[in-house]
Structures are given as C-alpha cells and as structure tokens.
C-alpha cells in the first residue's frame, strides 16, 4: 500500500464544515426510527414504480413468469451531502420490501467522522430510503426463486458482516457494488456518486433484466 500525505488537518476543517451544513438538513434520529417502521408502509406506494409501463390489457400475460418472480433492485437516492445507494429485494407478487445498504450509525458526527476513520454502521433501511420523491436512480434485475435464495443470503450474510461505515474504504457503492458482483453482473469504479454509480451498472450490463447464476 503507498503511503498517501498526511490530510488529516484539511480533513477536519472540512468535516467540521460539512457538518455545520449537514445539521441544517439532516433529519432527526426519531425521524430516522419513524422511517423505519412505516418503512412497508411507504413500499406499497412504490414498490413497482420503475417498471410501470402499458395498460394491463396491452401486457403480454408471460410477461412476469419471464422476468422471474423474484428481484433485486439497484437505487440511489439524494441526501445532504453525495447521496445513498442501497437495494430493494423481495418477491415481484409482495408489495412489501426488504431494504439493505451501508450506513454510519447515528446521526451528523458519525458521518462527519467516518470521513476520517471507520466507524459503527447500519446495514437496513435508512431515512428516504422508501421516499419515490428522494430516488435518483434505479436498475431492477429478476431472479428465480433457486438463485433468489441464494442472493438474498448473500445480502443478509453481506449485512451481518459489515460492521463498520467509511467515506472512502468501506462505502454504500461498495457494498451494493458486492452484491452485484456475487450475481455475476458487471461493476463500475465503485468511488463514485451513488446516482452515477447505478446508472453506470446498467449501462455496463446493457440493461439486462434476467439473471442466472451458474450451477454449483
């Protein structure tokens, strides 16, 4: 590893910066937990946005069994500083959701913080993540049931072993960003804008909405 110079005073003046801002928009840790529990709540309005298209009448019946049953859904969204990339799962016929990314646990100055050093994250879902009016971004991928099994695993398994949040090492593209590695999809630099980063997967895998992982 090279050894980068020592940033660490502009660093905290622009932390303590950042942060000054940040308290103005951010919202607070009840909203936050409020988020959370009407999180299902929010998902009924949204679940299927992205891929609403032709009338019913006009929709080939096999249109679904094609896609598969299953998806994984790549998002980003806007928040007070670069923004938040996460994913949705779940089953194509539950208007539930299950939402998983990485974020610094608490509020300002642990995200102040954890641009200079690791610290504690979340790995659910957080503040705007279920709000249609934050998203920015969006790429929907569908399984079948054998490898949503195995994907869905992965992510929980993914979850429980990411204890820690980092602006530059340990970050919310990195961690979607592994996820879409494991399904075999193409994976852009992962230091980018969470929006940028989204649109760039799609376009790397050409918009594909069907995934099979290899036999194992």
């Known amino acids: 590893m090279t050894n980068k110079p020592d940033r660490s005073g502009p660093c905290i003046l622009a932390g303590l910066a950042l942060a000054a801002m940040i308290a103005c928009t951010l919202p607070s840790a009840s909203a936050h937990e409020a988020n959370k529990r009407v999180a299902d709540a929010n998902a009924l309005a949204t679940i299927d946005s992205s891929s609403r298209g032709a009338p019913q009448s006009t929709r080939r019946p096999v249109a679904r069994a094609e896609k598969g049953p299953y998806y994984v859904d790549f998002r980003a969204r806007t928040a007070a500083s670069w923004g938040h990339a996460f994913v949705w799962y779940g089953k194509t ?23 200079l050093t690791w610290v504690p994250s979340e790995t659910g879902a957080s503040y705007g993540d279920l709000d249609p009016d934050y998203l920015t971004a969006s790429y929907r991928v569908y399984l079948n049931e054998a ?70």
């Open 93 to 115: 016929s539950e208007r539930a959701v299950e939402v998983a990314g990485l974020t610094p646990a608490g509020d300002t100055w642990a995200y102040v913080l954890g641009h």
């Open 147 to 216: 490898d949503a099994k195995r994907v869905f695993a992965y992510i929980k398994k993914l979850q429980a072993s990411s204890p820690v949040w980092n602006a530059e090492t340990t970050n919310c593209t990195g961690f979607i960003g592994d996820i879409a590695e494991y399904m075999g999809l193409k994976v852009p630099y992962r230091w980018q804008r969470p929006e940028n980063f989204v649109n760039s997967l799609k376009d790397m895998n050409g918009g594909r909405q069907m995934v099979r992982l290899s036999a194992e």
